[in-house]
């Protein structure tokens, strides 16, 4: 019998209008999300991801500007991405009922959301981001478009 074969099976790139210095990913069907973003989120500077039930929040380096978000969608545990320089690399599980993912940031939920492809599923999220630094010095004097980019893959588990 062969190995099994890991394959990514759905692509998607969103834009995040980052405010506060972070957003999150967070169940789509808000009501059964027990602390919806921003409420219980870590002190800043405290950790890249932060679990919590429903929802990851993923902290950035600048305080306002628009990142790039690529999202993969792996059929199972991807290889790890070595694309990139990463300065930042995390790792959550996340439980979606709808199979759909928002995006939240302070001000609320953005209009593109994530489809994970499966309903009543618990995934696993290896995030990368890059650009960190220049994003940091760049929302001092502006407000900075896509320097700062982040890698979501996203695998089934159980």
Known sequence: ??????????RQSIEVLVDYSGFALQEEDDTQVPVVYPEGRVELGTSFLSSHSMRVDVESAGHTHDALLAVEIWSGEP???????????????????TGRLSIWVVAGPQEESIAL????ATWRL????????????LTDVGVPQGDERYLAHFWPVG
Not at 1 to 10: D, F, I, P, Q, T
Not at 79 to 97: F, H, K, L, Q, V
Request: with cysteine; charged share 30%; aromatic share 4%.
């Open 1 to 10: 019998m062969g190995a099994l074969v890991v394959s990514v099976v759905c």
């Open 79 to 97: 290889p790890i991405d070595e694309s990139e320089d990463w300065e930042e690399r995390g790792e959550a599980t996340i439980t979606s009922p």
């Open 117 to 120: 492809g499966r309903t009543q």
């Open 126 to 137: 290896r995030m990368y981001s890059v650009g960190r630094e220049e994003v940091a010095r």
